[in-house]
């Protein structure tokens, strides 16, 4: 068994991996539409000519960012803008780093308008800093170039369905701001190949995106299950979601909220795609900023708060001009009736109230991005708030 495995961290250009597994499998066929080998690797050299000048362009600046990230890691330069809190005032935007175009999460609308429940999160950003929910700037972000752009000060906060894992959170001079949704990793397969189980994937082949968390969790539970894939590993989400609707793998796999994602708005007839009942990880999706950066990291982890905290006082932007007279001193607080609300944070005292009346709580913005009142029709589960059998608890605004 030949193992051929080409990653991490090469920036621009498309990755391949071909794992010379055992693909001679009776439940995985080359498919009506799969290709051999060779024919994928002329897709891919035609897809890596496209992207090879951009690829150069960001192995370029890749290499610069990396030597900014690494100075300052090794405590030679301080970390890109200490002070993020007053940088972002200065400018008078939050420049907010999020996926290239990922419905529920972060997509422009055909006016280019973002939105999103990541989204969400960087218009609350800046109602609570900046007082105006509009403040604020998406930077389209591909997987493997996200973490790089908040070490080199591109972005202020990343929030883009980045799950917080150990390594994250310690080793890439990035720290998590809470989390705002929790995942876990599964498996859409067209339906016409009959599986109805991840045990049944042995001898599949499996489209990924470089520089997820997918990769490494596939690979784990694989080896736990003694199941044998083949791992096809493409940097560009558009091209291996374009991978998968052709059929060149067998298997998606990342976030069941991705799943659900782009089987909704990427795939021409979602019916015929199933998503499987196995979740093989835990995907806890959250904000990040930089390390070092605290009065930034508080606005970011309060702001995620307020709206948490909104949905469990029933505070909602319909109702929160009547909540401004309620005698509740918790909804005092949040809504900084109380004078002074907002000055730890250093922040304007209506800094939470701004965000509940422009962006609404933590609840509506589910329901709208992700929830019922969306095309990805994701039941609340695990996110539902801490009194409803979820996880959703906000630390106390006093
Ligand atoms: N939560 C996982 C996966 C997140 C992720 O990047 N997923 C991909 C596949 S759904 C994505 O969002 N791609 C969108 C893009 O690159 O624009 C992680 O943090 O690594």
Redesign the pocket.
């Known amino acids: 068994m030949k193992c051929v495995s080409a990653r991490p961290f090469s920036a621009g250009a498309i990755i391949l991996i071909e794992r010379a597994w055992s693909t001679d499998s009776a439940k995985f066929p080359p498919r009506r539409k799969a290709r051999p080998i060779a024919a994928r690797l002329g897709i891919y050299n035609r897809i890596h000519s496209r992207t090879q000048k951009r690829g150069m362009q960001m192995r370029r600046l890749g290499l610069i960012q990396g030597a900014v990230a690494s100075l300052a890691l090794v405590g030679w330069l301080p970390l890109a803008q200490a002070d993020t809190l007053d940088v972002v005032k200065d400018r008078g935007y939050v420049q907010c780093g999020v ?4 419905a529920g ?1 972060s997509t422009p609308d055909d006016k280019g308008q973002w939105h999103g429940l990541d989204i969400d999160l960087c218009r609350a950003v800046a109602a609570a800093v900046l007082g105006d929910a509009d403040k604020f700037k998406a930077v ?4 493997q170039q ?1 973490f790089t752009a908040l070490q080199s000060g591109e972005i202020d906060l990343l929030a ?4 917080v894992t150990q390594r ?1 959170d310690t080793a890439l001079g990035a720290i998590h701001a809470g989390i705002n949704f929790y ?1 876990g ?1 599964g498996f859409l397969v067209p339906k016409e190949l009959g599986v109805t189980s991840a045990k049944e994937l042995d001898g599949a082949t499996i489209c ?2 470089t ?4 990769e490494n969790t596939m690979a784990d539970w694989a080896r736990a299950n003694n199941i044998k894939y083949k791992p096809v590993v493409i940097e ?2 558009s091209e ?1 979601v374009n991978a998968f609707a052709a059929g060149r793998c067998d298997v998606f796999s ?2 069941a909220s ?2 659900a ?2 089987r909704i708005s990427k795939l021409k007839n979602p019916d015929d795609y199933v998503v499987l009942p196995e979740i093989i990880s835990k ?1 806890p ?1 959250g904000p990040f900023v930089r390390q070092g950066d605290d009065v930034w990291l508080n606005a970011v982890k309060w702001s995620l708060m307020a709206m948490i905290e909104a949905e469990e006082l029933g505070v909602t932007s319909a109702n929160v001009e009547q909540q401004l007279k309620s005698s509740s001193p918790s909804i005092q607080r949040l809504l900084g009736v109380v004078p002074g609300a907002g000055k730890n944070l250093r922040l304007d005292d209506k800094w939470a109230y701004n965000i509940v009346r422009q962006v609404g709580n933590y609840g509506e913005s589910y329901e709208r991005n992700v929830g019922m009142g969306s095309p990805l029709k994701i039941p609340r589960g695990l996110n539902a708030l801490w009194t409803k059998g979820g996880l959703m608890y906000a630390l106390p605004i006093r």
């Open positions: 996926t290239t175009g990922f999460f389209p972000l591909n997987s996200r883009r369905n980045t799950s994250r995942d990793q990924m995106q520089g997820t968390s997918n560009q989400f291996v990342t976030d991705g799943l994602s782009i995907e999706l």
